[in-house]
């Protein structure tokens, strides 16, 4: 049997699923709009004026850098459990690791992007 079966079939389980579960949320959803339904809701807090608000990008900037340091450091736990058992070249490829963390760190920090004001 050709294996890029079994890819093609993974491939059209991977779309059936997600795809079936909305149109069957969609089929038995109920479906009753009025007005208070269909109003913007702002944490129970009526909304005044223009509900679109433009926000400084630094804020998400600060967030994806911050994402960014935290997945890093979810590769870096593994490596450093077994950091006894690993030999010269994996303890080398770790320090370049850290050392393109810092790098960015280091990029982030000067360009003003770590910055509340």
Same mark, same amino acid.
């Given at each position: 049997?050709?294996?890029?079966?079994?890819?093609?079939?993974?491939?059209?389980?991977?779309?059936? $699923?997600?795809?079936?579960?909305?149109?069957?949320?969609?089929?038995?959803?109920?479906? !009753?709009?009025?007005?208070? !339904?269909?109003?913007?809701?702002?944490?129970? $807090?009526? &909304?005044?004026?223009?509900?679109?608000?433009?926000? !400084?990008?630094?804020?998400?900037?600060? =967030?994806?850098?911050?994402?960014?340091?935290?997945?890093? &450091?979810?590769?870096?736990?593994?490596?450093?459990?077994?950091?006894?058992? #690993?030999?010269?070249?994996?303890?080398?490829?770790? $320090?370049?690791?850290?050392? $393109?963390?810092?790098?960015? #760190?280091?990029? &982030?920090?000067? !360009?003003?992007?770590?910055?509340? =004001?």
């Amino acid at each position: 049997m050709n294996p890029w079966i079994f890819v093609g079939l993974f491939f059209v389980v991977g779309l059936l $699923i997600p795809v079936g579960a909305i149109g069957i949320a969609w089929l038995l959803g109920p479906k !009753k709009p009025n007005p208070i !339904k269909q109003s913007v809701y702002e944490c129970g $807090i009526e &909304t005044v004026g223009e509900s679109w608000v433009q926000f !400084k990008a630094q804020y998400y900037i600060f =967030a994806l850098v911050f994402l960014v340091f935290d997945v890093e &450091t979810v590769f870096l736990f593994p490596w450093a459990v077994k950091l006894g058992a #690993l030999g010269l070249f994996a303890v080398i490829e770790g $320090i370049i690791f850290v050392l $393109i963390l810092v790098a960015g #760190l280091v990029y &982030t920090w000067r !360009k003003g992007m770590l910055e509340w =004001a």
